[in-house]
């Protein structure tokens, strides 16, 4: 669990500062699970400069909470949380030293977002909440006030969630519940996942990951998990401490999300699916006379293929139906030049409508959806976006866009989906 928090304080000399406003949101890692929000009456005066920022006054905080009114409150709504905050150090301090004032030692593990921002969003020009959110299309209202602010947090806590490759903040989070004790029982796990598409990770009580999997429904194959009475299902029954997961919106994106990490972070029951699930291709050729046409074989690393297949059974349907379309417009008069001719445009051209598109898709909420950018034939990411955000070309989803390495594996991904699935637009640019 974490608690995105934001504090408005009444300025003046440090360490003496009182809080005049508090905002926490307790979020699972999908959605807002729990909310506090109050102003404080810090039984000091404002420093001019902040009511002007801010546009919270003395006289709004006459009959205002005093802090020790409301510290119940923060300590259960933050119980077994990391506090995650915009520059968390200042935050951090002002509830420690408010919690010390009433001789209670509070003591929390922290994650700030603008460090983390300045790892995940290296090419940003300003790291201040609201220059920083705005560049992103991460809508922000009541700027300096603390709802407004924590929201704009909780909002960019989730991008930063989805570019994190390296795990850090999930394992952070795994760190911290193992040093609080928590530890699930395999039923209470399966409550807490959900039935919908994206990845999981399975930890052990190191908090390491020992496998990642892409499901359509998260929820039923870690039950099958669970259940299975087969060499990795027991294992996993008996090193698992718990399991984390990220909703995709779509399978797709699943699917490149899934490959991707296993490569990265090597898994030590993923050792299978390291390697391609891709082994026979369609390729060009020629027949005994000259004259092209497509053969389906096991994949051949030296020459470019049209298409990757899981099996040869599909290769050999996706010949039949592409000579089937070739027929109705490749006239049977035609010379074998002219024939060649016609049929190596036919599918430079068909390569050629794949280069510069944007894949857009179903996103994890109705309030959103996702895209997929290939820009000069290089795979370059994705991102989810609110459905008011236009999307017109690639420059517009460059910062929120989860960069993504351009492999033969990920393009290959891509290609076998939209072939086999029609869920998606293709905007072309």
Not at 196 to 201: C, D, H, Q
Not at 221 to 240: C, E, H, L, P
Not at 242 to 266: P, Q
């Amino acid at each position: 669990m974490y608690a995105i928090i934001d504090i408005e304080t009444t300025g003046g000399q440090y360490n003496a500062e009182g809080i005049t406003e508090i905002a926490i949101y307790k979020f699972d890692g999908v959605e807002l699970v729990d909310q506090f929000i109050s102003l404080v009456n810090p039984e000091i005066p404002i420093q001019p400069f902040v009511v002007k920022l801010t546009g919270i006054n003395n006289s709004m905080l006459r009959t205002a909470p005093k802090f020790y009114e409301i510290a119940k409150r923060i300590i259960e709504i933050t119980k077994d949380c990391i506090i995650v905050a915009h520059n968390a150090s200042f935050d951090y301090r002002i509830l420690k030293m408010e919690f010390k004032r009433l001789g209670y030692d509070y003591m929390k593990q922290t994650l700030c977002t603008v460090e983390l921002s300045k790892q995940l969003l290296p090419d940003v020009k300003t790291y201040s909440l609201g220059k920083l959110v705005r560049s992103l299309g991460i809508p922000i209202a009541d700027r300096h006030r603390a709802s407004g602010d924590a929201m704009a947090t909780l909002k960019l806590f989730k991008l930063l969630l989805s570019k994190d490759t390296e795990k850090t903040i999930l394992k952070t989070l795994i760190k911290n519940e193992i040093k609080n004790g928590i530890s699930p029982k395999l039923l209470d796990i399966l409550e807490n996942l959900p039935t919908t598409v994206g990845i999981f990770y399975i930890h052990n009580e190191k908090g390491d990951i020992i496998l990642i999997g892409k499901s359509n429904n998260i929820r039923k194959k870690i039950s099958q998990y669970f259940t299975a009475d087969t060499k990795i299902g027991k294992r996993i029954q008996n090193d698992v401490f718990t399991v984390t997961f990220e909703e995709t919106g779509n399978e797709l994106i699943a699917l490149l999300k899934e490959r991707e990490e296993i490569i990265h972070n090597k898994p030590s029951l993923n050792k299978v699916q390291r390697k391609s699930a891709f082994l026979f291709g369609v390729y060009i050729d020629k027949d005994v006379k000259g004259k092209l046409q497509l053969e389906a074989r096991k994949v051949d690393g030296r020459k470019k293929d049209v298409q990757l297949f899981k099996n040869q059974q599909e290769a050999l349907a996706y010949i039949q139906k592409t000579n089937n379309e070739l027929e109705n417009f490749l006239d049977s008069e035609l010379t074998l030049n002219e024939y060649n001719t016609a049929f190596t445009n036919h599918f430079k051209n068909l390569e050629d409508s794949y280069k510069n598109i944007i894949v857009s898709m179903k996103g994890r909420n109705i309030s959103e959806k996702s895209a997929l950018v290939i820009e000069n034939g290089e795979f370059k990411g994705y991102c989810f976006y609110d459905l008011n955000y236009q999307i017109l070309k690639p420059s517009v989803l460059k910062n929120i866009m989860v960069a993504m390495p351009n492999t033969k594996d990920s393009k290959n991904i891509i290609k076998y989906y939209l072939y086999k699935k029609s869920d998606y637009k293709l905007i072309s640019f």
